[in-house]
Every structure is written in C-alpha cells, then in structure tokens.
C-alpha cells in the first residue's frame, strides 16, 4: 500500500528557511517518479521540481531554482525540500507524488494529472 506523508510545514518569514519532508513507502522507489507540487488558494496546482526514477535527475520550476533543493534519505524513505529565501508567492500546500516511470520518455513529469498517489499535504506559509 503506498504512502505518502508530509510534515515539517509553518510559518516562516521572508527570507527566511523551511525545510518540509515526505515519508515515502509501499512501492519500488526505482520504478516510479516522483513530483513535489505546491497548490495556493484560488490557484491550480503547479510543479515546484520532479525527479526521475530512471537515473535520479531532479529538474526544478523556475520559481524555485536556485532557492529549494531535494534530498533523500534512502535508510529513512524521507525525502526533503529544503526552501530557501522564501517568498510571500511560495505560500502554499506543499504535496510529494509519485507516478508509474513512463517506457515513452526518461523524464519525469511537471503535470499533477499524471501522477497517481498523492499525500495529503502540509501547508507553508511566508508572511511577515
């Protein structure tokens, strides 16, 4: 049975640093990709970065390149998004995802509709 939990979400002013953490588990990390997805209120959700089962590459949004960075724990089935000099704009629920790998392309996908489970997210908040 897969899982997906978040946690680590809260307040944090601008400039300031947030990390959040998604425990993964009930599938083979080598067949599925895996997507970060951030959702604010009134808006659609949109991709924050993806990482491809294939070869372990991460591809970042825009948004966030330069700011957020991904890491795993392998031991622990835990990945972590680091954020850095947030911005009132990454105020959001942050939700990790996973989708089968495609046999068509070896990247992952920036599209919620193709991933398959979901967590049930944690929200961010930046305000001062």
């Known amino acids: 049975q897969v899982q997906l939990v978040e946690s680590g979400g809260g307040l944090v002013q601008p400039g300031g640093s947030l990390r959040v953490s998604c425990v993964a588990s009930?599938?083979?990390?080598?067949?599925?990709?895996i997507g970060w997805f951030r959702q604010a209120p009134g808006k659609e959700r949109e991709a924050v970065l993806c990482i491809s089962s294939r070869d372990g590459s991460k591809y970042y949004a825009a948004s966030v390149k330069g700011r957020f960075t991904i890491s795993r724990d392998n031991a622990e089935n835990t990945m972590y998004l680091q954020m850095n000099s947030l911005i009132p704009e990454d105020t959001a629920v942050y939700y990790c995802?996973?989708?089968?790998?495609?046999?068509?392309?070896?990247?992952?996908?920036?599209?919620?509709?193709?991933?398959?489970?979901w967590g049930l997210g944690t929200q961010v908040t930046v305000s001062s």
């Open positions: 995802a996973i989708r089968r790998r495609s046999p068509y392309t070896p990247y992952c996908s920036f599209s919620p509709r193709e991933y398959e489970y």
């Open positions: 009930g599938f083979a990390s080598d067949q599925y990709d």
